[in-house]
């Protein structure tokens, strides 16, 4: 596998609070199994209408760790690129912890 850069995400929500304590939650589990640390971060959100829009990033070398540990399942994920795959995986993982947040690959990642 080609190496990895850091992971952009744009991370939207009407309920920050909430969504993004269960994705730092998930996301420091997974660190802390993996024996990492400060892999991630958050941003503070920017509020617009009733939405608040964030950016998460994750370290390539984490996401690299995440991916050999649920190979199978970001495979089978719908996207085309690797990014695409792990984006919608990640997304799904979420939810199912009950997080609302939508996520997408942010711009800025795009132009790497």
Do not use: H
């Not at 089978?76 to 919608?88: T, V």
């Amino acid at each position: 596998m080609a190496v990895i850069g850091t992971f952009i995400i744009d991370f939207q929500t009407t309920e920050f609070e909430p969504d993004g304590k269960i994705a730092v939650d998930l996301l420091s589990g997974w660190q802390k199994t993996i024996q990492l640390e400060n892999a991630f971060a958050l941003d503070p959100p920017v509020q617009s209408a009733g939405w608040s829009f964030a950016k998460m990033f994750l370290a390539g070398q984490f996401v690299e760790k995440i991916y050999t540990a649920y190979a199978y399942d970001i495979n089978a994920s719908k996207g085309k690129k690797f990014e695409d795959k792990f984006i919608a995986w990640l997304q799904k993982e979420l939810k199912n912890r009950g997080c609302g947040a939508q996520i997408k690959m942010a711009p800025e990642m795009k132009s790497f």
